[in-house]
């Protein structure tokens, strides 16, 4: 391996179906996997998975009934983003306030980067 490369690779599974959205990614060490590739145990192999949903938030007016005097209402979404981040491998450590605010960083960015991508108003 080239030292100027990442040794990550980034596993990705996405489901879309009309219940809704998945993307589940996770980054994986390139010679863990390479010894899972050759048979080794995959239990060795350290994963956080991360990802996102996006699914319909129920205002479909083809799925509810109309008052008389109601207008349409526009369908949404809802979006939730989960991720597992180590901060730290020893036991006894301690979040700081500098990793709460990368995480919070992180959170917001993607956030940001989902809703652009589809071209979301709000």
Partial sequence: MNPSQSS??????????????????????????HVVMNGGDSAYVALLPSGFAILPDGSNPHTRTPSPNSKPSVEGSLLTV??????????????????VE??????????????????CKT
Avoid: H, W
């Fill in 8 to 33: 990550m690779l980034i596993l990705q599974e996405t489901c879309t179906d009309v219940a809704g959205s998945l993307v589940i990614y996770a980054p994986v060490d390139i010679p863990a996997m």
């Fill in 82 to 99: 989960a991720f597992q981040i180590l901060v730290s491998s020893l036991p006894t450590a301690r979040l700081t306030v500098e990793s």
């Fill in 102 to 119: 990368t995480v919070s960083n992180l959170i917001s960015c993607t956030v940001q980067k989902i809703k652009a991508a589809l071209n």
